[in-house]
């Protein structure tokens, strides 16, 4: 084996790990993103705050 090959095929695998770690913290974020906009609508649901006939018809444009 090369002096090239082994510094390629001791790389990849900290590059993977890297990947992994940021799609990782992504994931973290996202759920907890997801976990406060679930609290919100939760809390204004049953208050009748907000209406789901009313928050369906303003999305229709994003579909």
């Not at 090369?2 to 900290?14: F, G, N, Q, R, T």
């Not at 890297?18 to 759920?31: G, M, N, P």
């Not at 609508?41 to 208050?47: H, R, Y």
């Amino acid at each position: 084996m090369s002096l090239k090959e082994s510094i390629v095929e001791d790389v990849a695998p900290e590059r993977f790990a890297a990947q992994l770690r940021e799609f990782k913290e992504a994931a973290i974020k996202f759920s907890r993103t997801l976990a406060t906009v679930r609290a919100t609508l939760l809390l204004k649901l049953p208050s009748g705050e907000l209406s789901v006939a009313a928050t369906s018809s303003s999305l229709e444009g994003f579909a």
